[in-house]
């Protein structure tokens, strides 16, 4: 145990999504609040290529534009300007 300790610094540190039950109960504002504020939290990560892109998405599911958001997301990703957890973030939570 000690040794797994000692070099713990070693072992690369992530961050993983998986099912929310509470995003399940939560209607498409609350939603959408939970993505506006993780959005800099996804950005840190890596999940977000740039500022530029993260404003896109903030400015878009503040005004509500969730279709639009659907669509970017699919672009941005196969653009590898975000990952498979932001593209599955913003796919299921705008609906």
């Known amino acids: 145990m000690d040794a797994i ?25 609350g939603r959408l609040n939970y993505l506006i504020i993780r959005l800099p939290q996804m950005l840190e990560l890596g999940w977000i290529e740039n500022e530029k892109v993260m404003q896109w998405y903030k400015e878009n599911i503040l005004a509500g534009k969730t279709a639009e958001v659907r669509a970017r997301a699919k672009s941005d990703f196969d653009k590898k300007l975000i990952t498979s957890e932001v593209l599955a973030l913003m796919t299921y939570l705008t609906k």
């Open 5 to 29: 300790h000692k070099y713990n610094w070693i072992v690369p540190h992530g961050y993983t999504i998986c099912p929310d039950e509470r995003l399940a109960k939560m209607g498409l504002q």
